[in-house]
């Protein structure tokens, strides 16, 4: 009977020890071996957009007209119509550059070349017409446009970056003599192989016409 009494305690002690171990972590030392985190560390904020504009920037303009022939000239010596041509105006084509400005907050110095910080143009939106006559939407598609240190002025943590859309084409007609569009954009750049993005999107309106 005794040697039962001590082999169920030398069992409950076994079972008590694999509890105590399952439940429980422990480390070789003392607590105050422990070393503690630095000061200094912590999370690193992602770059904030405080503000954006964009503006088309034109570079040529071309008018194209179309010779119409017929008779529409008036003589008024003989008062009657005469057979003539005449250029009309068709349509103006112009190409240029939308010019994107914009205000970061940059603690973390995200928009270092190092981190191939990029601005993402989505795509364009619709602004509401506030009815006046010749008004036409501009379709810009989302397009990654890359941020090299030439295009960042700035020191600390507030910076401001300005960037181009190039070759943009604008055709304007006698029912599109101006454009608008809302263009939403963000900031993309890598850290430490991560894909990463700002901590918010701007939208800016832009506006051209040809009166």
């Not at 030392?29 to 999370?43: A, C, N, R, T, Y």
């Not at 022939?69 to 103006?92: A, I, K, M, P």
Request: include cysteine; proline fraction near 5%; aromatic fraction near 8%.
């Amino acid at each position: 009977m005794g040697r039962k009494v001590l082999a169920g305690c030398a069992a409950g002690l076994v079972l008590s020890g694999l509890l105590l171990l399952s439940s429980c972590y422990y480390f070789v030392g003392e607590p105050s071996d422990v070393i503690p985190l630095p000061d200094d560390v912590g999370i690193q904020a992602s770059p904030e957009i405080l503000s954006c504009t964009a503006a088309f920037v034109v570079r040529t303009c071309e008018e194209h007209f179309e010779r119409i022939c017929g008779f529409t000239c008036w003589d008024h010596d003989e008062e009657e119509w005469r057979y003539c041509c005449r250029d009309v105006w068709q349509y103006t084509q112009c190409v240029g550059d939308i010019v994107v400005r914009m205000t970061v907050k940059d603690p973390s110095d995200d928009l270092d070349s190092a981190k191939s910080p990029r601005i993402r143009i989505m795509d364009s939106q619709p602004v509401a017409s506030t009815g006046e006559w010749g008004f036409c939407q501009l379709n810009i598609l989302q397009t990654d446009i890359p941020i090299s240190p030439y295009d960042v002025s700035g020191s600390d943590a507030l910076k401001t970056v300005l960037v181009r859309i190039r070759d943009v084409p604008l055709r304007f007609t006698g029912n599109c003599r101006t454009f608008r569009a809302a263009l939403p954009m963000t900031i993309l750049f890598e850290d430490d192989g991560q894909a990463l993005k700002s901590q918010n999107t701007c939208e800016a309106i832009i506006e051209y016409g040809r009166r």
